[in-house]
């Protein structure tokens, strides 16, 4: 069975930093790109960031560009997202998700995700 266990998170202040984990299971891991997804309670999911199969064809939304790093090892067959300078509105359950091979178009849709983890709370606080 394919696992998507998220790590890493927590509670920090504002400015600070936090640096979340996804260790996939149960697949081949470098033949799915993966994408965060993140989602404040009643609010719909936002997408976050995704990385290509190979570490390429990197892509952030515009809140967190410049401030969050999508990477991939996948040796370890892992995915992080280092965050940094992390704000109030950065606060919601960060969920990993492993995709489809998408163009361009279609990474930031959650459709084109079929294996997601459980997610990992982060809390900033002000």
């Known amino acids: 069975q394919v696992q998507l266990?998220?790590?890493?998170?927590?509670?920090?202040?504002a400015g600070g930093?936090?640096?979340l984990s996804c260790a996939a299971s149960g697949l081949t891991f470098s033949s799915y790109p993966m994408?965060?997804?993140?989602?404040?309670?009643?609010?719909?999911?936002e997408f976050v960031a995704a990385i290509g199969r190979s570490g390429g064809n990197i892509?952030?939304?515009?809140?967190?560009?410049?401030?969050?790093?999508?990477?991939?090892?996948?040796?370890?067959?892992?995915?992080y997202?280092?965050?940094?300078?992390?704000k109030p509105e950065d606060t919601a359950v960060y969920s990993c998700a492993a995709g489809v091979v998408w163009g361009s178009t279609q990474r930031r849709s959650p459709a084109m995700y079929p294996y997601w983890g459980q997610g990992t709370?982060?809390?900033?606080s002000s």
């Open 59 to 79: 892509d952030y939304a515009d809140p967190v560009k410049g401030r969050f790093t999508i990477s991939r090892d996948n040796a370890k067959n892992t995915v």
């Open 81 to 86: 997202l280092q965050m940094n300078s992390l």
């Open 121 to 124: 709370q982060v809390t900033v």
């Open 17 to 19: 930093s936090l640096r």
């Open 35 to 45: 994408g965060w997804f993140r989602q404040a309670p009643g609010k719909e999911r």
């Open 5 to 13: 266990v998220e790590s890493g998170g927590g509670l920090v202040q």
